[in-house]
């Protein structure tokens, strides 16, 4: 069962959205403070416990590296936005924009601990809801649980009050992070830049 207590209600309350300003800082350090907070749709609500960072222009293992284009242009934009891409011919991924507008970074979510709305979850995964720890452990498929695609939820402002995709912060402090190289790339592959909580039970499956 997740480790989390359930909210007060199924819609944020007693939790903030998380502020643009938030996502300014460079892709390791939106990475580190995202860690702990919850994601939200609807009634699914899930406690981000795995990410990873991607450096821009400066990283040759981002989709940004080359410069912008039509498909990457959200990572340019505005922080606190929602970059999806597809791959594989049959996953979505999710990340999050940051740095200063003009600048590209990103943030890829790679598990969630799920906490409110896991029937729906587990109906949109095509799983039986028992089976907690496959909801949303995975890039691929936190996205399925959660409905996420990119022609829906492409350039998504997890800012805005009216968005019906949002980052919201409950107070929870995520004091165990463990910092390992990131997952499934060639490129820039030994660099530290995989971010989750220590013994999570939900983190994607490999060894750290």
């Given at each position: 069962?997740?480790?989390?207590?359930?909210?007060?209600?199924?819609?944020?309350?007693?939790t903030?959205?998380?502020?643009?300003?938030?996502?300014?800082?460079?892709?390791?350090?939106?990475?580190?403070?995202?860690?702990?907070?919850?994601?939200?749709?609807?009634?699914?609500?899930?406690?981000?416990?795995e990410?990873?960072?991607?450096?821009?222009?400066?990283?040759?293992?981002?989709?940004?590296?080359?410069?912008?284009?039509?498909?990457?242009?959200?990572?340019?934009?505005?922080?606190?936005?929602?970059?999806?891409?597809?791959?594989?011919?049959?996953?979505?991924?999710?990340?999050v924009?940051?740095?200063?507008?003009?600048?590209?970074?990103?943030?890829?979510?790679?598990?969630?601990?799920?906490?409110?709305?896991?029937?729906?979850?587990?109906?949109?995964?095509?799983?039986?809801?028992?089976?907690?720890?496959?909801?949303?452990?995975?890039?691929?498929?936190?996205?399925?649980?959660?409905?996420?695609?990119?022609?829906?939820?492409?350039?998504?402002?997890?800012?805005?009050?009216?968005?019906?995709?949002?980052?919201?912060?409950?107070?929870?402090?995520?004091?165990?992070?463990?910092?390992?190289?990131?997952?499934?790339?060639?490129?820039?592959?030994?660099?530290?830049?995989r971010?989750?909580?220590?013994?999570?039970?939900?983190?994607?499956?490999?060894?750290?």
């Open positions: 069962m997740p480790l989390s207590k359930p909210l007060v209600a199924k819609t944020g309350a007693g903030t959205i998380v502020s643009r300003n938030f996502y300014s800082d460079p892709p390791d350090l939106v990475a580190q403070k995202l860690l702990g907070k919850l994601l939200v749709r609807g009634e699914m609500v899930a406690r981000i416990v990410l990873e960072a991607y450096f821009g222009e400066a990283d040759a293992a981002a989709h940004s590296f080359a410069g912008k284009t039509a498909r990457n242009a959200v990572l340019f934009g505005p922080p606190g936005h929602a970059y999806v891409y597809f791959i594989y011919g049959m996953y979505f991924c999710l990340n924009s940051c740095e200063r507008e003009g600048r590209a970074g990103g943030v890829l979510f790679r598990a969630l601990e799920p906490i409110q709305g896991l029937e729906t979850m587990a109906r949109n995964r095509g799983l039986d809801p028992t089976r907690v720890a496959a909801l949303t452990s995975g890039p691929g498929r936190l996205c399925q649980a959660f409905g996420i695609t990119r022609d829906g939820d492409n350039g998504a402002d997890f800012t805005s009050p009216k968005s019906d995709l949002q980052i919201r912060d409950d107070g929870f402090v995520a004091n165990d992070v463990l910092v390992t190289p990131r997952i499934g790339i060639s490129k820039d592959a030994e660099r530290l830049a971010y989750l909580l220590a013994g999570n039970p939900f983190v994607s499956k490999r060894s750290t």
